[in-house]
Nanobody, 121 residues
Framework: QVQLVESGGGLVQPGGSLRLSCAAS????????MGWYRQAPGKQRELVAT???????NYADSVKGRFTISRDNAKNTVYLQMNSLKPEDTAVYYC???????????????WGQGTQVTVSS
């Protein structure tokens, strides 16, 4: 059984910062691409940022220059540092990871439970 556990969401004023964390645990052989997605009320879930084990990160245009994704492969953990937050960043943020387990040949996509980020004065 694999779990992704997120932490770090909350309420912040416009211009503020938050750091999200997501740790993968369980029966894991390898963790490939990890990333963050978000879903605002009434909107579809959208990609925020992704990072492979050894490739350069990929960002949505709306967060470039403000958000930074990073990962600690030894801890199977991905982070999202969010700076200069705007009200339009308000959403539930979901962690995603492509994980191979001992019982599977390929990798499977796993999702975290989501963490609320609210940017408001």
């Amino acid at each position: 059984q694999v779990q992704l556990v997120e932490s770090g969401g909350g309420l912040v004023q416009p211009g503020g910062s938050l750091r999200l964390s997501c740790a993968a645990s369980g029966s894991i052989s390898s963790v490939y691409t990890m990333g963050w997605y978000r879903q605002a009320p009434g909107k579809q879930r959208e990609l925020v940022a992704t990072i492979a084990r050894t490739a350069r990160p990929n960002y949505a245009d709306s967060v470039k220059g403000r958000f930074t994704i990073s990962r600690d492969n030894a801890k199977n953990t991905v982070y999202l540092q969010m700076n200069s937050l705007k009200p339009e960043d308000t959403a539930v943020y979901y962690c995603n990871a492509m994980i191979q387990t001992p019982s599977n040949i390929g990798a499977t996509a796993y999702w975290g439970q989501g963490t609320q980020v609210t940017v408001s004065s």
